[in-house]
């Protein structure tokens, strides 16, 4: 089975994606290890914070019309539906395969990291300023008594 583990290669230099794909590490690293009776909840808990690191990345995309989002999208989606599989089968027992899964889940996790979310990583390094922060800043300006 992959063993998922930080490496300076996952290290993309954008640190608001670098401390989701830490937690991420961290929480995948933990279903790895978790005995039998811990996985089914170890295994919801990477969900959960994969519905958080995955929604945040679209909403990065999506908010700075990023050129490849769609196929990035696309793939978060995939992804998430095949650990909700997961999940089910961990419920009905079948812990076996949420292994396998776990492992295949670290091996496509370095090379996502490495292709997809580093070319995110270099476009939201040179991105404008949320919207939000730009149009508070300009209701600032209007606020200003005119002379
Ligand atoms: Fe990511
Ligand atoms: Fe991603």
Redesign the pocket.
């Known amino acids: 089975m992959h063993k998922v583990e930080w490496s300076e290669a996952l290290q993309l230099d954008y640190p608001p ?1 670098d401390e989701v ?1 830490h937690a991420f590490v961290d929480l995948l690293a933990m279903a790895q290890a978790a005995p039998d009776d811990a996985l089914p909840t170890a295994w919801a808990e990477v969900i959960e914070h994969t519905v958080h ?1 995955f929604g945040r ?1 679209d909403e990065w995309m999506r908010r700075t019309r990023f050129a490849a989002a769609d196929n990035h999208i696309m793939q978060h989606k995939v992804v998430l539906n095949v650990l909700r599989e997961g999940l089910a089968l961990a419920r009905a027992g079948d812990l076996r395969s949420v292994r396998e899964m776990a492992g295949e889940l670290a091996a496509w996790f370095a090379k996502h ?1 490495q292709t997809l ?1 580093a070319a995110l990583a270099l476009h939201m390094r040179s991105a404008p300023a949320p919207a939000a922060s730009r149009r508070t800043h300009r209701v600032r300006e209007h606020a200003v008594p005119r002379p």
């Open positions: 994606m794909h690191h990345e990291t979310d």
